[in-house]
């Protein structure tokens, strides 16, 4: 077989490189969050782009047992109890595009506004706000505005400000504040969610739009551990009972 | 249904709380390390604690594409191109006893034999002498020690290092170094693995031995968001061909 | 690398064959319960083993959407709709001793009482009778027995009467029925549940106790197929709400 | 929480029921592909329709450990020797449009081909020669032809050739016939792949396209068992070695 090609990682029986660097080194002098920024964009982060990173990993890291990812993974440990990996994993598959990965979708709108707004010469606020006046005859939801919950969520304004504070605020941010304008307008009060919020940072971080799932991803990793440390402590093997509701079809014989 | 109890998150339309503290406030206040540190433990670290933690994270993140995790990644995303949680939950299930999970094992070995040594007033020392000679007696490895490519695991020293420079360093790392000198003793040399390094600054963190594991995979899926990422961006579907050998029965005919 | 050896598949530009017998022969005549005997056990079974075979894959097929293998399938489809893999797979890893797994546990038990029942020339009901000593000196479940819902499980007694039609009933089947009846006279009343019925006749046909698990895996998937189609077709994304009460500490600052 | 309802099954302490037949007429009276037919199409099937569905079953079990479904299975069974389960999913996962489910594609090429043809009042021949000047158009390839290894996958005419015997043969097949033939003439001789043939026939037995997924997993499942057994079986945790070649970053310092 050929050798896989990658360059993130180099491990000889002596040493382990990170895109170069001794993980030693990482790990005295590196944050989690410098980690995987290194990890994604090839290079160390400034202060600024640390904070921000860190922030949004923190900002995501759990919401409690009813997500669905969350949820997902107590149920299998009640019924595996065997296996933590299984559990944490069932926890990372509920995520997608309509549970945590919404950010991924986000990311493709402001990559594509932007290209229109360059090549149109528009400005974003215009971009966006044509974005919204095609959902709305499309009958689409916007990707990043809009919660079940959250009628404000309050991680959104902290991540907006701690990017402008930080200097990392640019076109994502831009663009998405005039999203949400522009959808208060024609079609009515939205607020940013997470997955606008994490999308328009990340997109500013320099990263593509896979890692608005994939940073999420490893974000919500960490709180799946503990939810499912915590089902593993506190609730015996299938204490969960689902209620159902059978309307198929009566008794019938072969 | 019941509700499902829990005591890690309380979120509401207006605010997230994580054991007590506003998200937002620790957006701003806390790093990644400090907040996995906050859901598994319940209480935010000391310094020392989150520096520790935080290093373990990083020495775990990421071992390269040939580690059975980000293989299995890998080969996920070569043939499932749709799903990135898919790639990332696959990589996450290669972790067990046999690959990242042995730390869980060495965290039960080090809370049974600070037990015996309570109970029979025995030194760490003597207690890891002990368990050195039962698994030399029964045949059996013990969880911690060696590793099939680093003669000399450059993480543990730093590791070690980090937790008596932060005081942090108590009975985990005490018997683990002791078990490492037993065993070179009574059976052959052989390197502290990242594994057992884990494990005894774990355990001196006050995590319980699923932890081991926890931990491990909560650092990983940072680094498999990474490999994954690397494989959609620089490789074409299904380009990994595994070579095979039939040795099974000649052709038959039913 | 290595070639990986198996004996099970070989496949090459012209042709398929499954333990050396030509795919499309099977394809026509063979049914899918043949082809996975051949698959486990090297050769084409006899027609009564057929049958149980069969029979046992209907019987574990599906159970609902309460079960927690078909929770978790559903719960990953709600927030996952990209993935239609993701869905049946987080459904598969609900499956462990605590949920469809236990038929290992039980044939394990089957194979020890069988051994011992050799080595100390015991007849099966005595080695039952020691199983059950031992499982109430030791405060220990017996597996197989005993089921939270089904006071009496259906499956069980037409599984063991077509085991007996069809010559396929020995040892397990014997040692099953004897330990239920040790566990009524020493403990108490208790059903052979499904997973108790599968072991008995899986060990008669004489698979490994992996295969209590590995043959409810190939069964389920087929029944958490239809449940994520179901919930595809008829439900909305993110529709389920799992109530959470929180317990754990109050509002407070960093 | 509001019960979950299902036209699936139904149990309770006496009975299981699916689609309104007890489950234990069907474990004497039914085969397996009877009941995932019965799962998913809410009626057993006729004796060609089941003949069918079983051929499709029995074509898709395994193709042996290079598949990167069977290779995703046993890498993770290498690394986590104690979750049967976490192997099986792992090879699941695996599954998607590049590997196993293409079919789902292929099914909707079909559908919205009959829909046009409909329309339009064009035979199925002319629908068929519409998508292969569009693919070519477009530059993409059509689902359903083409394969990297069997350049005449033996499977392809067995099952048209059955479906043709049991009169269930309808505008599946004769699209994905029309198909090919079309593709020979605009574009280049391509054989008809098992994805192809597997949609052509499915769609012909009334499923709809995502089918073409979910039919392919609970097939592969079966043979992901027998992979994940034999792995255990023959070989050591860990014995997998990819080889890596590293092309990142030359070593630096923080």
Not at 54 to 64: F, P
Not at 200 to 209: E, N, Q, R, T
Not at 222 to 236: D, I, N, P
Request: glycine share 10%; hydrophobic share 50%.
């Amino acid at each position: 077989m050929d050798a896989w090609r990658t360059g993130i990682v180099a491990a000889d029986a002596e040493t382990i490189r990170i895109r170069g660097y001794e993980i030693t080194a990482l790990m005295r002098g590196a944050s989690f969050a410098d980690v995987l920024f290194l990890l994604h964009r090839g290079r160390l982060p400034q202060p600024g782009e640390s904070a921000l990173l860190n922030a949004i990993l923190v900002s995501a890291a759990d919401h409690g047992p009813g997500a669905p990812s969350c949820a997902a993974a107590r149920l299998v440990a009640s019924g595996n109890r065997e296996s933590l990996s299984a559990a944490v994993a069932a926890g990372i598959l509920a995520i997608g595009n309509e549970h945590g990965g919404a950010g991924s979708l986000a990311m493709e709108m402001i990559a594509q506004a932007a290209a229109l707004a360059a090549r149109e010469h528009l400005s974003l606020a215009q971009a966006a706000e044509r974005a919204v006046a095609a959902a709305r005859a499309d009958g689409r939801r916007l990707p990043g505005l809009g919660h079940r919950v959250h009628r404000n969520d309050p991680r959104t304004a902290v991540l907006f400000d701690m990017a402008r504070e930080h200097g990392v605020a640019a076109a994502g941010v831009e663009f998405v504040t005039a999203l949400q304008a522009a959808a208060a307008r024609l079609i009515k009060p939205l607020p940013i969610n997470i997955d606008g919020a994490l999308a328009a940072v990340l997109y500013d971080l320099g990263f593509p739009p896979a890692a608005g799932k994939l940073i999420f991803i490893a974000a919500r990793a960490a709180g799946l551990t503990a939810e499912v440390a915590e089902e593993h402590a506190r609730e015996k093997p299938m204490r969960i009972h689902i209620p159902v509701d059978y309307d198929g079809p009566p008794p019938r014989s072969l």
